[in-house]
């Protein structure tokens, strides 16, 4: 799950799971695999850092 913020300052939580796409437009808008679409405050590389983030914590590095 990650934490955005739309376009009216609500933050909200999304499973990082269900994101399909992240585009400019020229707000940012997120698509998620059942369709949904949300436009938010975040830049689509500070999506991309907060699905790596997300990523990293659920599945560390093999050591």
Do not use: C, D, F, H
């Amino acid at each position: 799950m990650i934490e955005i913020t739309t376009l009216n300052g609500r933050r909200v939580t999304i499973n990082a799971e269900l994101i399909e796409m992240v585009e400019r437009v020229p707000e940012t808008l997120i698509t998620l695999t059942t369709g949904r679409k949300m436009l938010v405050k975040e830049t689509p590389e500070e999506v991309k850092q907060l699905v790596l983030e997300y990523r990293r914590l659920i599945q560390p590095p093999v050591s």
